[in-house]
């Protein structure tokens, strides 16, 4: 027989208990205040990273048309000059006897020619003979233009106002023609960054393509740039493109050889979506998960979705959406599949 003292302790007791086992109940349908957006169709791509150095359009190497030793260097590294300055000259003491004989040579053509002319119309000499002479003095006179050609071009003059970037030449060294012993920087036409893409990304450059550069000598500061060219052929020593991007300097004093890189996100031919990176949850390699806001606005849904790169503070998806979709971007974390959820607007915060 129970007494109706410990009767009631029980029905109390169960009273208490069934009110603590309620509480958490209604905490738990409560629900969870979210943020949401709809995904932003953008004609994207992946975005094209490409790291270079940064030099003038035009950097001219200069030499010598023929060989010789070299008697004076005018100018250092790092020098500038105007036009018509004198950078390096060679011994002229052989060329100028080349320059000798060739002009005797032709002075005797000469001589010869006038003489076969006076004795052809005197018929001593044959109109075979007269043509001879001709063609000998023509000869001559090519032989003695080629060795003053030769004797301008043992003289480096600069061809243009510039920077003298590298010299590869000292006083009494012997040079061989044509080896470059100079280089002559303007920055008449621009700067330029020379980067080599691999080919994936080379068949998705055009010229005019839009690009932003960073250089670490200039901090995290964005420069303008466009691609200018890009290479037909592989290198056949990497089997990379080269690109050449121009680069406005924005009132900064590029130098060259600065390490640059260039930042293209060319367009595609169709849209794809692309939602908040931080809508992603349970990210596997491409494969992520997402929340749904369902169809009553209520309630959630885990979808699974593939990322196809990364844009930024962006994901691209390979579909899985469309523009009515609503997808979680803030208070996915506290979420399950099927919670009930209240969106807040853009004056509220999601926890």
Known sequence: MIRPLSLAAIVLLAAACGGAEAAPGEEAAAPIPVRVAAPEFRRAQPPIVLTGTLGAKEEVPLSFKIGGVVTRVAVEAGQPVRAGDLLAELSL??????????????????RD?????ALHGDSVVTLSQLEDART???VAAA???????????AVIRAPFDGVVLRRQLEAGQLVGPGAPVLVLRTARKGFVLRAAAAD?????LKPGERATVTFDAFGGDQFRAAVERVAVAASPMTGTYEVELSVEPAGRAFVSGLIGRATLKPAAATAVPLVPAEALLEVDGAMAWVFVLGEDGATVKRRLVRVAFLDGGYAALEGGVD??????????????????VTVVTGTERAP
């Open 323 to 340: 523009s009515t979709t609503r997808i979680v971007t803030a208070g996915a974390t506290r979420l399950a599949d099927g919670a009930r």
């Open 93 to 110: 003491a052989e060329i100028d006897a080349q320059v000798a004989a060739a002009r005797e040579g032709l002075a005797k053509a000469r």
């Open 143 to 153: 032989q003695a233009e080629a060795a003053e050609f030769n004797r301008r071009y």
């Open 113 to 117: 020619l006038a003489r076969a002319e």
């Open 136 to 138: 000998q003095a023509d």
């Open 200 to 204: 994936r990304d080379a068949v998705r």
